[in-house]
């Protein structure tokens, strides 16, 4: 599965962006996809994640109630709205597909190239 991220950008803190992620190749509908992050300097961390239904969904804590993850299937894209941004949501965002819902990077096997969110306070 080829992955491509866009939506990133600069906002201030407490504004709103919304991350998109294409897919592209085989079945890109039956597995289930995921949001991490990468700050300069920290480890790479769950964000999000959705079933291939759309049924399900994690979050981390740090995020929950502020950020919500969905799919268009017919669209093959994902979505990361994020809401309420705070400066320390400054990070590298990607997204991911897995064969099963997850939120440990070594359960997903597919990664898009990343995109940059800069929330400035």
């Known amino acids: 599965v080829q992955l491509v991220e866009s939506g990133g950008g600069l906002v201030q803190a407490g504004g709103s962006l919304r991350l998109s992620c294409a897919a592209s190749g085989r079945t890109t509908s039956s597995y289930a996809m995921g949001w991490f992050r990468q700050a300069p300097g920290k480890e790479r961390e769950f964000v999000a994640a959705?079933?291939?239904?759309?049924?399900?969904?994690y979050y981390a804590d740090s995020v929950k109630g502020r950020f919500t993850i969905s799919r268009d299937n017919a669209k093959n894209t994902v979505y990361l709205q994020m809401n309420s941004l705070k400066p320390e949501d400054t990070a590298v965002y990607y997204c991911?597909?897995?064969?099963?819902?997850?939120?440990?990077?070594?359960?997903?096997?597919?990664w898009g190239q990343g995109t940059q969110v800069t929330v400035s306070s």
């Open positions: 991911a597909a897995a064969p099963f819902i997850a939120a440990r990077t070594d359960e997903y096997d597919s």
């Open positions: 959705l079933s291939w239904s759309g049924g399900t969904t």
